[in-house]
């Protein structure tokens, strides 16, 4: 029981960390495309070198926005094989409660479904 509770919290936690760390990501990537956006209009009414070099930067703004949401997703992906991982455990310490909660959610389901008909 003790480790149930255990893991329970550490699954918490791990999710609580995930929503942070996501939301950090999505404001960067999100502040960085709209930096490389304004820096793309601004070129756009400029000519010559001065609009080239403001091309060049948003351009620049732009891949790392990229990079960031690559190393995001690679992260994302790590936590989610952790979770999984802790579910699986989970489910191994606690097989009857684990059944009881799926045919809960599963009679749960059936009578909603019963009843749109």
Known sequence: MLDTTRSNVKAQAHA????S????AQ?????LVRDAQSMLTAAGALTGEKADEL???GMEMLDRALGRAG???GQALEKGKELAHD???YVK???WRTVAVAAGVGVLLGVLLSRKQ
């Open 16 to 19: 609580q960390q995930f929503d």
């Open 21 to 24: 760390n996501l939301a950090d």
């Open 27 to 31: 404001s960067d990537v999100k502040s």
């Open 55 to 57: 091309r060049n930067r």
């Open 71 to 73: 190393r995001y997703q």
């Open 87 to 89: 579910a699986d455990v």
């Open 93 to 95: 310490d606690n097989p």
